[in-house]
């Protein structure tokens, strides 16, 4: 090399320095200077608090006087006291003798399965459920804001959120259309005549997450609902208020005791649901060790269905043959999207240590790059984490790591202004740290180098989680070496791309302890529902019989009706 080629490239290393420096000066002042004065907050987000004391009971909304919760905002407000979390209002604290009184409307509307709900036809309860997406379509711009609000999530992904939740409630009502032209026909085999269709289960209790407070739920619930099932709706810990305004929904659309709210400490109000044996299926969307407990509280665990979305640690492979500005632009989305707060999210990052250096300087400039704000804010990627305690275990997981051999190798890594934790990668992350094995659920990405492509497989093989995998490679005997192992592992392989659950009509579950149960629009209706038959013997008389049925419409399930 020539001394002007020296020369020059000193010169570059020098500039690009100096400009990473300011870059780092620019995004810590945006962070410390993130929370303003609520006069500042642009008027159409602007937020009075709001004081629920009402809850949906038995087709009524029940007035509250009793205990009530605060919801507070990951945004902070200045106040004479300093900086405080925005009180986003207040919602019903209701005791275990409310949560059994929603119980007993459930099983009640249920009726043993011979009341007004599971025993509507199938075009009475759609009917119902275009009422109600009709009714919710109303609230958009009012439960998007409270999504903003009460878990951080930025104006592009509450509107998305609320818009794909919308497109799911249609997408299950033309699935169940198809299931019932399916169901239509009369099938014969070895001299028995018989119709089959899918019947409800019973009373299911509902409970989703914070993270995707809305879709994550109604994943569970809208198919569960219109399967004819009654439903307990217990609310997520964080977005409770922004379901108020689908109480009226709820009531207005379906027949009482169908839905029924429940808001509390869940340690308080759903032991005694569960241990009561009434609860015909549970529906949870959490954490696996919550969910084991739930189901050691029912008395007939053999009667208990469970629908499961559970823990999950997703691993990226990069290996030599990756396009590394396709790996990094991929992997970006998928551990960052929403701070990293998806079951989803890539949460583990495995590089060919060959091209690792290489890999994770271009990570860490496009992390550096994502820009830091308040949910309403232009182009904001980073926003603040609703959880109160997840800076704290995001330092902590960090001072491991660092204390054990790793970096945080990207500028304002782990920088925190109260709720805002800016993104760090960190590198090289070995199995001696917390980031290896437990679900960091927040902004980190951990990456791990790796000589042999049998390590991140005996990673999967060890791991307690199993939902998916995404692997980036161009060689297609390297891909095809790695989806056969993989596929054993995990229920989904990505390549090239993020892990995701969309789009919403492929299945979405997990292996080990990630998921129990498949969703998807079509699964979700299998799910929430049984095969029952009406059989009888191929005789003349008996097909007599059922065509007089048939033929006056006396039943709403030996029929050949359909809907278009």
């Not at 907050?41 to 605060?70: F, K, S």
Request: hydrophobic share 40%; aromatic share 8%.
């Amino acid at each position: 090399m020539d001394k002007f080629s020296t020369r020059y490239r000193t010169v570059f290393v020098h500039l690009k320095s100096n400009y990473t420096n300011m870059e780092n000066q620019t995004t810590t002042a945006a962070i410390d200077g993130l929370f303003v004065d609520e006069t500042q907050i642009p008027e159409a987000y602007q937020l009075t608090p709001i004081h629920q004391r009402e809850y949906l009971l038995n087709g009524q909304l029940v007035p509250w006087d009793g205990e009530v919760a605060e919801v507070y905002s990951p945004v902070y407000v200045p106040t004479e006291q300093g900086l405080k979390r925005k009180l986003v209002g207040t919602i019903p604290q209701v005791s275990p003798k409310e949560s059994l009184e929603a119980l007993d409307a459930a099983v009640a509307a249920y009726a043993d399965g011979q009341g007004e709900w599971p025993t509507m036809s199938v075009e009475g309860r759609i009917a119902c459920m275009q009422k109600f997406v009709y009714l919710m379509i109303q609230k958009r711009d009012q439960v998007i804001k409270l999504l903003m609000w009460e878990i951080g999530k930025s104006v592009a992904d509450s509107t998305k959120e609320f818009d794909r939740t919308v497109v799911y409630i249609n997408d299950t009502i033309d699935a169940l259309k198809d299931l019932d032209r399916q169901s239509s026909r009369f099938e014969q085999a070895e001299g028995v005549l018989a119709q089959i269709r899918r019947s409800p289960l019973g009373v299911v209790l509902s409970m989703g997450p914070f993270n995707y407070p809305l879709n994550e739920i109604f994943t569970t619930l809208i198919p569960a609902l219109i399967m004819g099932n009654t439903i307990l709706f217990k609310m997520p810990k964080h977005g409770v208020l922004a379901h108020y305004p689908l109480l009226e929904a709820f009531r207005e659309a379906f027949p009482a005791g169908t839905v029924n709210t429940l808001y509390g400490r869940g340690a308080e109000i759903i032991s005694p649901l569960m241990e009561s044996g009434k609860v015909n299926v549970l529906a949870f969307i959490g954490s696996s060790k919550v969910a084991v407990s739930l189901k050691k509280l029912h008395p007939k665990p053999n009667r208990l269905r469970a629908i499961l979305s559970l823990d999950a640690k997703n691993a990226a492979i990069v290996t030599r043959n990756a396009d590394l500005d396709v790996a990094v632009e991929e992997i970006l989305l998928g551990a960052l999207s929403f701070n990293g707060q998806r079951c989803t999210a890539l949460k583990l990052v495995f590089v060919e240590r060959q091209i690792a250096d290489v890999f994770v300087a271009k990570l860490a400039e496009a992390v550096g790059a994502l820009v830091p704000g308040l949910p309403w804010d232009k182009g904001v990627r980073i926003t603040p984490l609703p959880e109160p305690d997840k800076p704290d275990y995001l330092k902590a997981c960090l001072d491991d790591a660092v204390a054990k051999g790793a970096k945080i190798v990207n500028g304002n890594g782990g920088y925190t202004n109260q709720s805002m934790v800016f993104p760090a990668v960190v590198f090289p992350v070995n199995d001696q740290m917390k980031l290896y094995h437990e679900e960091q659920f927040g902004p980190i990405v951990p990456v791990v180098p790796f000589d042999s492509i049998e390590e991140p497989v005996r990673y999967q093989i060890g791991a307690s989680h199993g939902m998916q995998v995404s692997i980036f490679s161009n060689d297609a005997a390297e891909v095809a070496q790695l989806i056969d192992p993989f596929v054993n592992l995990v229920s989904r392989v990505n390549i090239n791309c993020q892990a995701q659950r969309g789009p919403d009509v492929f299945p979405f579950t997990g292996r080990k302890d990630s998921a129990e149960g498949t969703l998807s629009v079509f699964d979700a209706l299998r799910s929430f529902s049984i095969r029952s038959l009406v059989a009888t013997k191929s005789t003349e008389a008996n097909k007599q019989l059922f065509n007089a049925i048939v033929r006056d419409h006396d039943s709403n399930f030996l029929s050949t009706d359909y809907i278009f």
